[in-house]
């Protein structure tokens, strides 16, 4: 391997933003044909580098060479010209227009000065199955729930034929079955000599895929190994600096509690058909399904957020009938959202005040808000999610992708509420963090309160819920308690295959 | 096939308005009345000339609200295209003053010299905020005020008349019987379908959709954005410049007051053809039925006998009507279709 | 609004007996300048006394159409005309707002057998058969005339011009009089022209404005009254230091007149706007009289003198909100 | 400590207006010249009686820049506060025709007559924003409209004389020399210093940006987006209701032409003071700072005896370089802070 050639190199590169030395004279040299993984906790300068090796960012400092060639991209125009792709962590689009069209932005097909919609159907068409992905392409992108915008520009990169392809943390939002799909076309790309580099927060997907592992720790690269040479634990230990221990079950939960959230005979057309399910004090529920299978929706409508739903739900033993985000939060019914970027955070506004938006009031003395009171729960927050960043006043836009994560999560721990629903809580935090919140969920159902837990992580439900429920196609396919779950027997309900 | 085509008519973004349209025209038809032509009974305002004047009427508007639609579906506004259309007219005037017979080809040229001023002035916008990174409306502000200035500077506020041959082109009636002048009316849908085609098939048009959609995810894809937002605020620029030649040929003078306060209405009729403001939505040929439908609302004011006192009021609540008429029959025609499919 | 509607139906009926002769009814299209401006509004209320005066004389039916634009445009106005004309009008009045842009439409109305008369402000290359009015620069020059009366012809004069909208033609037009007049006498030096948005608290706020960058001023030639609707230079300027003279003469500026700040004020009899011009169309069209082009109207020199008269004039011809102390001046 | 009170001063969103706004102080005090008082010689442009002046003509601009702003933070517009002025204005002149001598609680009572008015028209407008779903711009054009015709037609385009009692207060001199009347200022001051404690310290006013900054993610968190919403516009409106009072009370008249084309010179001077448009941004004294630098523009075109025929050239270059420079500088003044400390 070592003999190969070179396809990318960085040398000494560097480069701050206000505050922030995001990398600092990283040099990696990227074998051609290889894929090499990236890893480092949230905010330690992954995606960065990603960034200024596609043209979307300029270094302050340092080179590039590809293939032995210097290159100085000014944008990212030259850089897919040069043959380097991304798959960007977080999901940009042009959330107006179709797939097929955001697929061929840079250069549509076109027949005479016309744009030929057939061929860039037909184009699209052939991306999104390369990848296997059951996506519409003349759907608008913005009508597409998060899984599938992910797979979109998964497609995207790898249909525009890159020789070098950058995956940012690329299946974040992908259950299992549509990750071994991507991954068996990364090998396949791999076989035809393409070079891939692998940007993962999961362990497994590292060490099933990649060759060498760079570690990146505040800006620097402090090991570049080849996978034969690290197990998980030295992996771990490299990126945060200690170890964790990992539970691999339950450990003692409490005797669950009475009934704190019930939904019966729950429908709303095209998304979810007739769920009932209940969860009690100190329990964890697991929601398992694939992508697509209507898991959003139905927290989404529990949370007052779809007024075509019909079934009734009680919170806290009491009805709640017309439900709206506000009156679920008084009765103690909280929504940590799958889209941070959309739904969870307001990136104009920085760390502190995302975090106090919902118990603004309880923060404050007749319409003022108590600033002390205030910074030391945006304070608290930092230390217990360990957010990487300048300082509590710090904007959300320039956080990284995980960093923002945590927030959401901090935002709605702080809301202290008695129903917790959490859909897709640890997407791209880092293991060290995700090993924390995942404690802090323990610990809430230590306390008696409920959770519900999305994920499309099965190793993760598996290792949190108390019971499981599978889903497919909107209707309730299956119940596990925890003693019981493995990931084929998950599998097999999620999937309907026997 | 057929299906298909009624889903476009029915679930079309031009349903809605076109039924608000014809909904008005149907009221000024039923209330306004009839005169006595030559013993034939003729409706006071569903005649030819009736028409057509509304068309005319609308249509210095409908060209420059294609032209805003075009500003506001990349995400920016213009609110200079009053002052453009000011300035390319008292300039082209200037230029042209003294000559008396133009010829055909002095016709042309001098719709080349307006359109030329117009797209200047819109790439200059252009250039101003892609340079120097400020919100378009205050660069267009500042235009506003400046290119009023220098029509003004230039004329000292006179009427300066345009030479007859060009009248003679705007008013032409080709072919049409008595007092009818077909040619703004033709200007503004030809500008229009022109500017439908360009915004839904080419390239460029894609890409401005784009622009105004995501302008991250539009810089991600490789797309250089500055030439784009130029060219928008060009193309902006000759709608004004072409709307200010048919203006002062058709009405025979240009001065520097032409066009006062037109952009919020050149925007409004924009927003009522179904152009978000923030960005990323909009149709030409939509923008055209919203000028029309602005200028109707006007001329209803009138054939309907209201007191002209009140046609602040009227006018004010009619926009706000329709528009939510608008959406609520578009919204009407889409589900009355896909009913009848399931 | 069904009244109206009715009207129209006569015409409908008359339009037919239109060639013939002895006409029952007569629509005259009246198009201002702009509907919210006072002085045409005043001179609407001329028109429609002019119509029911003349309704009862001549025992023809005369009514008033007021199809004025909102605000000043003279592309909307040559729509207007043209809209008159298709809606059947009978004469149509008309005062340009630009005198390049209507004169294409009143020569098709012409054309279509509608004629025009203007007021106000001429198009004078135009078919249109008469125009009443005054000359915008002669307008100009009685400003500066009467203002150099005010001051003393023995120190240097700083006059300073308001002149409101930028790219209104007459108001050019009498800012080119005054500054024409003002040559004439050496001792007098124009400051400037000074415009601004035409509401009376943005003029008055112009002066004060002006008088702070430039407090050698101790005239002002207002071609419009816009400031003196407001009593703000009541106070703020001084009578021993500054004069004003400034064509209208409005209720609300009477005081102006009293305190002699504004020792002189140039009234526009814009009722007679509408009631001469009436009584032209009238005379043309139903007496079948010869009328001359030009009709002048002269401006009222409103002072101390006739200021109790000038009031009671106002009243007259409807306005409103007039101190009761100068009413009781005329007696 | 002393470097944080530093760093705020250097990095505040107000650093880089302040510099522009002294810098044209700078150069009017040295260009507009000087004059003989009394023997002694005061500049033309540095004296109380001039910078008061410039602060009363900002004033009204300002306090309705200062709600301005609030809606600008929400993500919406109001193009209908001129409107709104005129119509408060006009109907307290009119409630208050013929009483000619108030007392204080008539006084008081006029303000919150005219400070009603506002606030109803402004809830109007958030109540049609938020019931009719239809954009801010279309729903304020139309109000826009309604207003200015309802103040017409109840006016009839009089200027109406308000009672002396209300001159007397808005022309108090409060111990002041001569002809000076802080009142104007005091009131811009007093709103700006509100607001801003409004938008940074209270809950409704972090809902405010939250709102303008990512709708759907405050409905995540539970904000009801209604009651803002209505409240920012109603705010919008008492602005501008408090505006024509002290306005009003000042010139001592009231008509329906007032405040007409301020819409966009407001919007504007939200913006020069920094407020985004995309919603999320903005602040209350920047505002007012905003509308300050607008009217020194126009002070500085007649202080520096600029040709008057080109004022309209000259303001509208100005505001592209004051919004310039103003960016620029606050973009030095953060960075110098920021080297300082590395
Ligand atoms: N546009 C920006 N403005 C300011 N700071 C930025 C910006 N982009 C990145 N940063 C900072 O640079 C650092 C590295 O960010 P980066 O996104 O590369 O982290 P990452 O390793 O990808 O983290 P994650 O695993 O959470 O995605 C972070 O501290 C982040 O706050
Ligand atoms: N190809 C597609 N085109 C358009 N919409 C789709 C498509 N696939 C799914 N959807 C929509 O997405 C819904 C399911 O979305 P979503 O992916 O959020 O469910 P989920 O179970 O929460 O999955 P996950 O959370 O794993 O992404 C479907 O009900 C459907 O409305
Ligand atoms: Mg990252
Ligand atoms: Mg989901």
Request: without cysteine; hydrophobic residues 30%; glycine residues 4%.
């Given at each position: 391997m070592s003999e190969q050639a070179t396809a990318i190199e960085t040398r000494a590169i560097s480069k701050s933003f206000p505050g922030v030395?995001?990398?600092?004279?990283v040099s990696v040299r990227i074998a051609k044909g290889s894929c090499h993984a990236l890893v480092g906790e949230n905010g330690a300068g992954k995606s960065t580098l990603g960034k200024i090796i596609s043209g979307l960012i300029a270094p302050d400092k340092g080179e590039i060479l590809l293939y032995g060639q210097e290159v100085r991209f000014s944008g990212p125009l030259q850089a897919i010209q040069a043959g380097v792709g991304m798959v960007h962590q977080e999901l940009v689009f042009c959330e107006n227009l179709s797939v097929a069209e955001n697929l061929c932005l840079d250069a549509p097909p076109t027949r005479g000065p016309f744009v030929d919609h057939a061929e860039m159907l037909r184009r699209a068409k052939k991306w999104l199955g390369s990848i296997q992905a059951d996506v519409d392409p003349s759907a608008k992108v913005g009508d597409l729930p998060i899984s599938k915008q992910q797979l979109v520009q998964i497609a995207g990169a790898v249909g525009r034929g890159a020789r070098i392809l950058i995956f940012d943390e690329p299946t974040s939002s992908l259950s299992q079955r549509e990750t071994q799909v991507l991954f068996d076309q990364i090998r396949q790309l791999l076989s035809s000599g393409v070079t891939c580099v692998y940007v993962s927060h999961r362990m497994d997907e590292i060490f099933t895929l990649c060759d060498k592992v760079t570690v990146l720790r505040d800006g620097k690269v402090v090991d570049t190994s080849?996978?034969?040479?690290?197990d998980r634990d030295s992996l771990v230990r490299k990126m945060i600096g200690r170890a964790i221990e990992v539970p691999t079950a339950q450990q003692s939960h409490r005797e669950p509690g009475k009934v704190l959230l019930q939904v019966e005979n729950f429908t709303s057309a095209g998304k979810f058909t007739a769920v009932n399910f209940s969860v009690r004090a100190g329990e964890i529920l697991g929601l398992a399904g694939l992508v697509g299978a209507g898991r959003t929706e139905i927290a989404e409508a529990i949370f007052g957020?779809?007024?075509?739903v019909t079934g009734s739900v009680e919170i806290n033993g009491k009805q709640a009938q017309r439900r709206n985000p506000q009156t679920c939060l008084k009765m103690g019914l909280g929504l940590v959202p799958e889209d941070r970027k959309r739904q969870g955070l307001i990136l104009g506004m920085n760390a502190r005040e995302n975090i106090s938006l919902p118990t603004l009031p309880e923060l404050s003395i007749a319409g003022f808000v108590q600033g002390s009171r205030e910074r030391s729960l945006a304070s608290q927050s930092f230390v217990q999610m360990r957010v990487k960043a300048p300082s509590i006043e710090s904007s959300t836009l320039g956080l990284s992708g995980g960093n923002q994560q945590k927030l959401v999560i901090a935002k709605w721990l702080a809301a202290h509420c008695d129903i917790l629903l959490l859909d897709e809580p640890t997407r791209g935090v880092d293991v060290g963090a995700k090993a924390e919140i995942h404690e802090l969920i323990r610990k809430l159902a230590q306390d008696g309160k409920s959770v519900l837990v999305i994920s499309s992580e099965l190793p993760e439900l598996l290792i949190l819920s108390t019971r499981i429920i599978a889903i497919r196609e909107g209707s309730i396919v299956g119940e596990v308690p925890a003693a019981h779950a493995t990931e084929e027997v998950l599998m097999r309900m999620m999937t309907g295959l026997s | 096939m057929m299906r298909r085509s009624w889903a476009a008519v029915f679930g079309s973004q031009q349903f809605g308005l076109i039924v608000v349209i014809l909904l008005l025209c149907a009221l000024l038809t039923g209330f306004s009345g009839s005169f006595n032509d030559h013993g034939r009974s003729v409706n006071n305002f569903l005649n030819a000339g009736t028409l057509i004047q509304v068309l005319t009427d609308s249509s210095f508007f409908a060209v420059m609200a294609v032209g805003a639609t075009i500003v506001i579906i990349s995400g920016g506004i213009d609110l200079s295209v009053g002052s453009t259309y000011a300035l390319a007219g008292v300039l082209m005037a200037m230029v042209l003053r003294g000559h008396h017979d133009l010829g055909a080809g002095g016709v042309l040229g001098a719709g080349l010299l307006c359109a030329g001023i117009g797209i200047a002035c819109g790439a200059a916008n252009g250039l101003l905020i892609c340079s120097l990174g400020v919100h378009p409306f205050i660069i267009t502000l500042g235009t506003m005020l400046v290119y009023r200035g220098i029509s003004f500077v230039s004329s000292r506020a006179e009427s300066i008349l345009v030479p007859q041959s060009l009248t003679a082109f705007a008013k032409a009636r080709l072919g049409l019987p008595g007092q009818l002048h077909p040619i703004p009316m033709l200007v503004m849908i030809g500008v229009a379908v022109l500017g439908w085609v360009f915004l839904t098939r080419t390239v460029a048009g894609r890409r401005i959709f784009a622009v105004g959609g995501n302008l991250l995810a539009s810089k991600y894809s490789g797309l250089r954005v500055t030439p784009i937002l130029i060219g928008v605020y060009a193309i902006s620029g000759l709608t004004a410049g072409i709307a200010a030649y048919v203006g002062a040929s058709f009405y025979g003078a240009a001065s520097?007051?032409?066009?006062?306060?037109?952009e919020l209405f050149v925007i409004a009729s924009a927003v009522v053809g179904g152009a978000s403001l923030t960005g990323g939505k909009g149709s030409a040929i939509s923008a055209m039925l919203g000028a029309l439908l602005i200028s109707l609302m006007r001329q209803s004011v009138r054939s309907l006998h209201f007191d002209q006192n009140y046609e602040s009021i009227i006018i004010g609540c009619a926009i706000i009507v329709a528009v939510v008429l608008d959406r609520v029959s578009a919204r009407l025609g889409s589900r009355r279709f896909y009913k009848k499919q399931a | 609004n069904g009244g109206d509607t009715t009207t129209t139906s006569e015409t409908k009926v008359d339009s037919t007996t239109k060639v013939e002769s002895g006409k029952k009814s007569l629509t005259i299209s009246m198009i201002a300048k702009s509907s919210t401006n006072p002085v045409f509004l005043s001179a609407q209320t001329g028109a429609e006394a002019a119509a029911k005066d003349l309704s009862a004389k001549t025992g023809v039916a005369i009514k008033i159409d007021w199809r004025t634009p909102?605000?000043?445009?003279g592309q909307v106005q040559a729509q207007r005309i043209a809209q008159a004309v298709n809606e059947h009008a009978d004469a149509i009045l008309l005062s340009c707002s630009d005198a390049g842009k209507v004169t294409e439409a009143i020569d098709e109305a012409v054309s279509k057998g509608v004629p025009v008369m203007t007021f106000d402000s001429d198009a004078p290359l135009s078919k249109r058969f008469a125009f009443y009015g005054v000359d915008d620069i002669a307008t100009g020059k009685l400003v500066m005339q009467e203002l150099y009366k005010q001051l003393d012809p023995q120190k240097p004069a700083n006059v300073a011009i308001l002149a409101g909208n930028q790219n209104a033609p007459n108001l050019q037009k009498r800012v080119q009089g005054v500054k024409e007049e003002a040559?004439?006498?050496?001792n007098v030096k124009i400051v400037g022209t000074f415009y601004h948005i035409e509401t009376p608290q943005d003029a008055a706020a112009e002066v004060l404005r002006v008088m702070k960058a430039n407090p050698q001023i101790n005239g002002w030639a207002m071609i419009g009254g816009w400031p003196l609707f407001t009593p703000t230079l009541l106070t703020d300027l001084d009578p021993a230091k500054v004069k004003i003279v400034a064509v209208d003469c409005l209720p609300a500026e009477l005081a102006y007149i009293e305190k002699g700040i504004a020792p002189v004020l140039l009234a526009q009899p814009t009722y007679k706007w509408g009631y001469v011009s009436v009584e032209t169309i009238v005379d043309k069209l139903i007496n079948k009289k010869e009328v001359p082009v030009m009709n002048q109207m002269e401006l009222v020199r409103v002072s101390k003198e006739n200021l109790g008269q000038w009031a009671k004039q106002l009243q007259d011809w409807g306005f409103k909100d007039i101190d009761p102390k100068y009413l009781a001046m005329s007696k």
């Open positions: 030395l995001a990398l600092d004279e080849p996978i034969e040479a690290l957020l779809d007024p075509a | 520097s007051a032409d066009g006062t306060s037109y | 909102e605000k000043e445009d040559k004439s006498h050496s």
